[in-house]
């Protein structure tokens, strides 16, 4: 289950955010939500990195490396260990490699298919690879399980509003979220955020 990832979704006036498993214990924590984080705004290097930095990056994915070949052993000698599969899919969603975590959470599914939390995690990285329809299939899904699960409500209106425009989709997951008790941080925000974007849109 995903615990520290962010996808922050900024493009021009919109106000757009992601969350994977557990996330929003992180981001509701974090001081300034506005702007780009350091390492968006920092500088992209020019030139190859130093010997000390690349021997840096080379030690720190060791570890890394080590764990995702521990977790392929353990699915050889156990084909139906769910939480390798999960391990193993939130190790490349950290980095990104959204195809090889979408497969491993993929075979999570079907070994768990009523794991809400996977599904959310799955749908992030479909959406990370412009499969919207997808990616709210997922999200829908994790929602329709458990009905407390506001993350993947969260995110059901941002890929149903902000980036396939489908309103009415989006609306009524955000009445659903305001109707919670209690209701989600920022759930005021995301309605402010869901009416300008309509608007710009001539929706």
């Known amino acids: 289950m995903r615990k520290d990832q962010l996808i922050f979704l900024l493009g021009g006036l ?15 924590a974090t001081p300034d939500l506005g702007g780009p984080t350091a390492a968006a705004a920092a500088p992209a290097p020019t030139g190859p990195p130093a010997q000390g930095q690349a021997m840096g990056q080379a030690a720190s994915s060791a570890p890394m490396v080590g764990e995702i070949n521990q ?19 939130n190790l490349h969603y950290d ?43 997922m999200f829908e899904g994790a929602s329709g399980l458990n009905p407390d699960h506001h993350q993947s409500r969260f995110n059901v209106v941002i890929v149903a509003g902000f980036d396939l425009n489908q309103w009415d989709r989006a609306d009524a997951a955000l009445r659903e979220l305001e109707a919670m008790n209690p209701r989600p941080p920022r759930t005021d925000e995301l309605r402010s955020a869901l009416e300008s974007e309509r608007a710009a849109a001539g929706g």
């Not at 919109?14 to 994977?20: E, H, K, T, V, Y």
């Open 14 to 28: 919109a106000f757009g955010f992601l969350f994977g498993f557990g996330v929003y214990h992180t981001w509701y």
């Open 71 to 89: 977790l392929k052993r353990m699915i050889q000698d156990d084909p139906h260990n769910v939480a390798a599969f999960v391990r193993l899919g």
């Open 95 to 137: 980095v990104q490699m959204w195809d090889q975590a979408v497969g491993y959470y993929r075979q999570a599914l079907e070994l768990q298919p009523d794991n809400p939390d996977v599904m959310t995690d799955l749908g992030v990285c479909l959406r990370s690879l412009g499969q919207y329809e997808q990616a709210l299939e």
